[in-house]
Structures are given as C-alpha cells and as structure tokens.
C-alpha cells in the first residue's frame, strides 16, 4: 500500500508565500518523478512543477520565477514553496509520483489535494 499526503495549503494574501509538503509512504522501493499539479474550479487539473530523481525540474510558464519544486529523496518528500501568490494562483494543489512498489509494480500515485486560496 502506497499513499501520498499533502500538506501545507491555507489562506494566503496575494504577494504572499505558501510551502506544500507531500510525503510518500508505504510499500516503496523507487520514486521516479515526483509533480505538483493544481486545479482550480471549473478548469482541468494540469501541471505546475515537476522534479525527476535525478533533480532536474521543469516548471509551468505561470509560476516560473515564483515556484520553487525540491525534493528530499533519502525521505520521499516533495516541496512546492510558493511566492508571490496571485489570486490566480487559488487551486486545489495534488502531489503526483510515478512509484516502484517493493513488489515491483510501478505506477502513478496522486494525494487527495490540498486547497490553496489566495485572496485579500
């Protein structure tokens, strides 16, 4: 059993900063590329960063600039640290992973989400 947790969404006001944290537990033996995807109401979900384990990261032409993805790969953790929101930065933000299980088995893993508003 494989999970992901996010955590670190809140009310921000524009201009400020947020830090997501996501932590994968269970069953692991390799993460691949771990993501953030956003997906605010009414839109689809898309990509918003992305940190392969090697360390590289690619990010939406949104937030580059302002969004910053590591990841802490000894503990299966991925960070979004989030400056100067924008209200249209105001999303539900999942945490992505392609996992290895210890069985072998790789596939996609996603977080129940957690809600970023950004407003004054």
């Known amino acids: 059993q494989v999970q992901l947790v996010e955590s670190g969404g809140g009310l921000v006001q524009p201009g400020g900063s947020l830090r997501l944290s996501c932590a994968a537990s269970?069953?692991?033996?390799?993460?691949?590329?771990m993501a953030w995807y956003c997906q605010a109401p009414g839109k689809q979900r898309e990509l918003v960063a992305r940190?392969?384990?090697?360390?590289?990261?690619n990010y939406a032409d949104s937030v580059k600039g302002r969004f910053t993805i590591s990841r802490d790969s000894a503990k299966n953790l991925v960070y979004l640290q989030m400056n100067s929101l924008k209200p249209e930065d105001t999303a539900v933000y999942y945490c992505?992973?392609?996992?290895?299980?210890?069985?072998?088995?790789?596939?996609?893993?996603w977080g129940q989400g957690t809600q970023v508003t950004v407003s004054s």
């Open positions: 992505n992973a392609y996992i290895f299980s210890l069985d072998g088995l790789g596939r996609e893993y």
């Open positions: 269970g069953s692991i033996s390799s993460i691949n590329a």
């Open positions: 940190i392969l384990s090697g360390g590289s990261a």
